[in-house]
């Protein structure tokens, strides 16, 4: 430990790829802007540094000189399963500029696996398990004062040469008790936060959640068992004074509400009332993530929503099978999907449907049914992901106590990268497939000028964008 204790904590954003698939864009870290927020609450005496790597443009070399000039106590990082090296690299890398530094990462991806990432990687000193807000102050409160460990919940790691693993932590019971994300702490970055393909290359980017959780139980889904399998939910004042926030003094207008199901059948009434009455709902672009089902059961809900700056709604079709879909535990029907699309392209929001390949009974010819299911719908956008056992998911189980699982690089759980066949198809044929469906909805020379043109801005944006990433020859690398 430093000499004078815990007294500076660098959050760190690593140096990693954006998902090509969604062309090219820089989102915000607010997962650590919002653990930041927080700590900064709860624990004043301790000076806090954001260091976002994407938005500055820093690589390794220039992390490793960004540790050594702050001169942290503590860095602290966090990711998903595709990012779990870069979190692991970070920490080493703070190890080899002193062994003192305290490292600590966090996310869904390390919550699931503790064990085998400190067996794994011997520069991480902590694992904050599960929601990280109180957990980490409570670490680093105990760190001040030289403390043990052993009493903060939602802790792993080692002592006398054995993993520890502390008793889970309870969730936040009511989420409104949180601090806005520390954006101020990255306001110099934040005119580079954007997503071209979505909403252009000025166009101002911000994150923020209405919520945790989710009431469903899809087998592929990580976020449900994060949180325990429990949806908390922000109040609709809440997320509209955050949404003002973000606006008016950050300048932010593409906002994505990131909740796994935003539920337009329960929510969107007082939501609606609080945005119609500010100013905000002007100039802002918000973009959901909803389920076919709830869309299509609610069209009024959507097109009141629509008029306060709902532009954008992301959807999970995910297959035209009844059987997949009762495989993935979806609870959907294909007709949902159609009828969603047509309330969406009805209220002229931009209808984004999202499907999967790669089941384990998927064949050659039923991943070519659902490639003409998605050009049927009529989605402005289609995004075709490969089916990933992600540790934590109830797939992740199955397939691993099948021998299903060929690939055990996580910088390859994208959703681009075929990590298993399936019974008739060698994964290799898996990511032939996944190029065909993109060879099919984007590799159309009519439908590519129709969408270039389209009289929808964000649908010409997306296109002439896609256009110029090279999309369909980075997946065919991929083959």
């Not at 530094?101 to 996310?107: N, P, R």
């Not at 105990?142 to 693993?165: A, C, P």
């Not at 009828?339 to 969406?344: F, H």
Request: glycine share 6%; aromatic share 10%; proline share 4%.
């Amino acid at each position: 430990m430093h000499e004078g204790g815990v007294s500076k904590i660098l959050f760190v954003e690593p140096p990693r790829n954006y998902w090509f698939i969604m062309g090219e864009y820089l989102p915000p870290p607010t997962g650590l802007l919002s653990l930041a927020a927080y700590l900064r609450a709860e624990v004043p005496d301790i000076e806090i540094i954001v260091v976002d790597c994407q938005a500055e443009r820093i690589d390794w070399d220039g992390l490793r000189r960004a540790i050594e000039s702050t001169e942290p106590t503590i860095v602290a990082t966090s990711g998903f399963t595709a990012n779990a090296y870069t979190c692991a690299r970070t920490a080493e890398i703070a190890k080899t500029i002193g062994e003192d530094i305290v490292t600590i990462v966090g996310g869904s991806h390390f919550s699931f696996v503790p064990e085998d990432s400190l067996t794994q990687f011997a520069e991480i000193d902590y694992i904050v398990r599960g929601e990280g807000e109180v957990t980490l102050a409570e670490l680093v409160k105990v760190l001040q004062r030289g403390g043990s460990v052993e009493k903060v919940n939602g802790v792993s790691y080692r002592m006398n040469g054995n993993i520890v693993h502390n008793p889970d932590r309870p969730q936040i019971a009511a989420l409104d008790i949180l601090p806005y994300p520390a954006y101020d702490l990255v306001e110099h970055n934040i005119k580079r936060y954007h997503f071209s393909m979505m909403a252009g290359r000025n166009t101002r980017y911000m994150i923020l959640e209405g919520s945790r959780g989710c009431d469903h139980r899809c087998s592929f889904c990580t976020q449900w068992r994060h949180w325990q399998g429990i949806c908390r939910r922000k109040s609709p004042k809440r997320i509209a004074d955050e949404i003002e926030c973000l606006n008016e003094t950050y300048g932010g207008v593409f906002l994505w509400l990131t909740d796994d199901n935003f539920e337009y059948g329960t929510r969107s009434k007082e939501l609606y009332e609080e945005l119609r009455r500010r100013k905000c709902s002007e100039s802002v672009m918000l973009f959901f993530q909803a389920r076919t089902d709830d869309v299509a059961s609610n069209p009024e809900l959507v097109s009141k929503m629509r008029d306060v700056g709902n532009y954008w709604v992301m959807m999970g079709v995910e297959s035209s099978s009844e059987e997949r879909l009762r495989e993935f535990r979806k609870d959907i029907t294909p007709s949902d999907a159609y009828n969603a699309v047509k309330v969406l392209n009805d209220n002229d929001i931009f209808s984004h449907a999202m499907f999967m390949i790669g089941a384990r009974r998927d064949t050659a010819e039923s991943i070519e049914a659902e490639r003409d299911f998605s050009l049927s719908l009529g989605a402005d956008l289609a995004i075709y992901t490969v089916l990933t056992p992600f540790p934590g998911t109830s797939y992740y189980e199955t397939a691993e106590a099948n021998g299903w699982i060929e690939d055990s690089n996580y910088s390859h759980y994208d959703m681009a990268h075929a990590i298993m066949p399936t019974e008739t198809l060698s994964r290799n044929e898996v990511q032939h497939e996944l190029y065909n469906c993109y060879k099919a909805f984007y590799g159309s020379y009519s439908k590519s000028i129709s969408g270039i043109f389209s009289k929808k801005k964000l649908k010409r944006t997306m296109y002439r964008h896609m256009a110029s990433q090279h999309v369909l020859r980075k997946l065919r690398s991929l083959i």
